[in-house]
């Protein structure tokens, strides 16, 4: 995938048109956390902050918090999770989408790491 | 924060690392949860067959005139009952009836049993049985020199008989083979036994012995299917078979007959042993709270430690385990509870991240082998 921006926790986000963006997590994150059984969204039309919970993704052994990267509404969330949560797993990138947001700032994307630089991050994590 | 521990190594260490093992801290123990992923390697151990590597399962040697009487004064079930040769589940109980740990007595001879207790309770154990040293015995703790691999599911006895001329037919459920010799490795305990719910064995060796089993086990067992399978699989599979982990279904505070274990609690054996007395109480008064198993019909998983409510909203209980069952592919959680809410459809709702999420009370074991 091209054009991809990362956070720290591990998602990506991917800018589609306007100020909407597509949130997900990455590769390194749903081969760690192992198999994914239970995805919990947030609400459609919440609004969320950036770096905070608003939902949670299970494997057969544990929680993890699903961390938005970025702050606004959440205006679409990927129903198809709710009987699949095995996409995320099988294709992070595509179908394992998990939910988008319509940004309320757009600069907060500045503070987010380019593919290369998420590598490199979580090279340093593994040494 | 992280804190530097140094992790007790397996035999089977660097074979994990070197095969893709994800090796973790397993209560002191680098062990790996998983090797291709835990819902492959649960499915290959009830479809196929899996192999597990439980060397850090705690071993001890109680031998002399007295050995029976001894292991029988310390355990719940019926030591006398035990042949040469046959294995028994039991439970070592602190006077009040809650439990140390749960074990398998292994009869070798007439005075020499071997004790096989929790990894994580070795030394607790051994302690406690120090300190009940009654009559004319010894013990020793052997677990750093004992290894143990578990093969499991329905191809295990097919998979392990191309390696040994012991005929592994004659070996009932809950029976062993000493001195067994499987493809040139000498001197293994073959054990009919398992945590899984599966058939299956369970192999103790020497521990220098354990990886070129491992390595020739696996080859073998590649054409049927067989896979390395990590502590995680082992812990869905055990789960939905209801057997008990200590510190979750039973601990100091639940016990045996509360985790539905009440097969191996003799109360009315000939011989005393530590917490008869509190059991049979606990027995003839009646169980107030039980281990049942829960089906979460809303959205979520229970972990161990939520809450369980009355669909009135008063606290009733805990979860002990819960996750994603691979088998039946669903949300199951077995808990404990008050014995008026043990019966079948039952309502009740568990706390899952403040929300109240409806559960109902199933049949449990969810599995059980056909």
Same mark, same amino acid.
């Given at each position: 995938?091209?054009?991809?921006?990362?956070?720290?926790?591990?998602?990506?986000?991917?800018?589609?048109?306007?100020?909407?963006?597509?949130?997900?997590? !990455?590769?390194?994150? =749903?081969?760690?956390? #192992?198999?994914?059984? *239970?995805?919990?969204?947030?609400?459609?039309?919440? @609004?969320? %902050?950036?770096?905070?919970?608003?939902?949670?993704?299970?494997?057969?052994?544990?929680?993890?918090?699903?961390?938005?990267?970025?702050?606004?509404?959440?205006?679409?969330?990927?129903?198809?999770?709710?009987?699949?949560?095995? !996409?995320?797993?099988? =294709?992070?990138?595509? #179908?394992?989408?998990? *939910?988008?947001?319509?940004?309320?700032?757009?600069? @907060?994307? %500045?503070?987010?790491?380019?593919?290369?630089?998420?590598?490199?991050?979580?090279?340093?994590?593994?040494? | 924060?992280?804190?530097?521990?140094?992790?007790?190594?397996?035999?089977?260490?660097?074979?994990?690392?070197?095969?893709?093992?994800?090796?973790?801290?397993?209560?002191?123990?680098?062990?790996?949860?998983?090797?291709?992923?835990?819902?492959?390697?649960?499915?290959?151990?009830?479809?196929?067959?899996?192999?597990?590597?439980?060397?850090?399962?705690?071993?001890?040697?109680?031998?002399?005139?007295?050995?029976?009487?001894?292991?029988?004064?310390?355990?719940?079930?019926?030591?006398?009952?035990?042949?040469?040769?046959?294995?028994?589940?039991?439970?070592?109980?602190?006077?009040?009836?809650?439990?140390?740990?749960?074990?398998?007595?292994?009869?070798?001879?007439?005075?020499?049993?071997?004790?096989?207790?929790?990894?994580?309770?070795?030394?607790?154990?051994?302690?406690?049985?120090?300190?009940?040293?009654?009559?004319?015995?010894?013990?020793?703790?052997?677990?750093?020199?004992?290894?143990?691999?578990?093969?499991?599911?329905?191809?295990?006895?097919?998979?392990?008989?191309?390696?040994?001329?012991?005929?592994?037919?004659?070996?009932?459920?809950?029976?062993?083979?000493?001195?067994?010799?499987?493809?040139?490795?000498?001197?293994?305990?073959?054990?009919?036994?398992?945590?899984?719910?599966?058939?299956?064995?369970?192999?103790?060796?020497?521990?220098?012995?354990?990886?070129?089993?491992?390595?020739?086990?696996?080859?073998?067992?590649?054409?049927?299917?067989?896979?390395?399978?990590?502590?995680?699989?082992?812990?869905?599979?055990?789960?939905?078979?209801?057997?008990?982990?200590?510190?979750?279904?039973?601990?100091?505070?639940?016990?045996?007959?509360?985790?539905?274990?009440?097969?191996?609690?003799?109360?009315?054996?000939?011989?005393?042993?530590?917490?008869?007395?509190?059991?049979?109480?606990?027995?003839?008064?009646?169980?107030?709270?039980?281990?049942?198993?829960?089906?979460?019909?809303?959205?979520?998983?229970?972990?161990?430690?939520?809450?369980?409510?009355?669909?009135?909203?008063?606290?009733?209980?805990?979860?002990?385990?819960?996750?994603?069952?691979?088998?039946?592919?669903?949300?199951?959680?077995?808990?404990?509870?008050?014995?008026?809410?043990?019966?079948?459809?039952?309502?009740?709702?568990?706390?899952?991240?403040?929300?109240?999420?409806?559960?109902?009370?199933?049949?449990?074991?969810?599995?059980?082998?056909?």
């Amino acid at each position: 995938m091209t054009n991809l921006l990362y956070s720290k926790d591990h998602e990506w986000v991917q800018q589609l048109e306007g100020n909407r963006v597509r949130i997900g997590i !990455s590769d390194y994150a =749903q081969h760690s956390l #192992g198999d994914i059984v *239970f995805v919990e969204n947030p609400e459609v039309d919440s @609004e969320v %902050k950036a770096n905070e919970a608003v939902g949670s993704i299970e494997s057969v052994k544990a929680v993890s918090d699903l961390i938005t990267p970025v702050s606004g509404a959440v205006v679409s969330v990927n129903e198809e999770l709710e009987d699949a949560p095995q !996409s995320i797993n099988e =294709q992070p990138f595509d #179908g394992g989408w998990i *939910f988008e947001v319509e940004l309320s700032d757009s600069e @907060e994307l %500045k503070g987010l790491l380019s593919e290369e630089e998420y590598k490199a991050f979580i090279s340093e994590g593994e040494e | 924060m992280t804190t530097e521990t140094t992790l007790k190594h397996t035999p089977l260490y660097d074979t994990h690392l070197k095969y893709g093992g994800k090796v973790i801290d397993f209560g002191g123990w680098a062990l790996p949860v998983q090797y291709s992923g835990i819902i492959e390697e649960h499915e290959a151990v009830r479809n196929n067959a899996g192999l597990f590597d439980v060397s850090h399962m705690g071993e001890v040697m109680v031998e002399g005139k007295d050995a029976e009487s001894y292991i029988n004064y310390l355990v719940s079930n019926d030591v006398t009952k035990v042949k040469i040769n046959q294995a028994q589940y039991s439970v070592l109980c602190y006077p009040d009836g809650g439990a140390v740990d749960d074990l398998l007595v292994y009869k070798l001879a007439e005075e020499k049993y071997l004790v096989v207790v929790n990894a994580s309770n070795t030394d607790k154990d051994f302690a406690w049985m120090q300190e009940h040293l009654k009559g004319d015995v010894t013990i020793s703790n052997i677990s750093d020199e004992v290894g143990q691999v578990a093969i499991q599911g329905p191809k295990a006895e097919a998979i392990l008989q191309k390696l040994t001329e012991t005929d592994l037919s004659q070996i009932a459920g809950f029976y062993f083979a000493q001195n067994v010799t499987v493809d040139g490795v000498t001197d293994i305990l073959v054990s009919r036994t398992g945590y899984t719910g599966e058939d299956g064995f369970e192999l103790y060796l020497a521990a220098d012995k354990v990886e070129a089993l491992w390595d020739k086990l696996l080859e073998a067992g590649k054409e049927d299917g067989l896979k390395p399978c990590g502590l995680g699989a082992r812990d869905t599979l055990r789960f939905e078979a209801k057997l008990p982990l200590y510190g979750q279904e039973l601990s100091k505070d639940i016990t045996g007959l509360e985790a539905g274990m009440g097969f191996a609690i003799k109360v009315a054996k000939e011989s005393d042993f530590i917490g008869k007395d509190a059991l049979a109480k606990l027995k003839e008064e009646g169980l107030k709270r039980k281990i049942v198993g829960l089906e979460i019909t809303g959205r979520g998983i229970a972990r161990h430690d939520y809450k369980v409510f009355s669909t009135s909203g008063e606290e009733i209980g805990t979860v002990t385990t819960g996750t994603h069952s691979p088998t039946l592919k669903k949300s199951l959680a077995l808990a404990l509870v008050p014995t008026e809410y043990t019966q079948v459809g039952t309502e009740v709702k568990i706390e899952i991240r403040n929300k109240q999420v409806d559960a109902v009370v199933v049949k449990s074991p969810f599995y059980k082998r056909g």
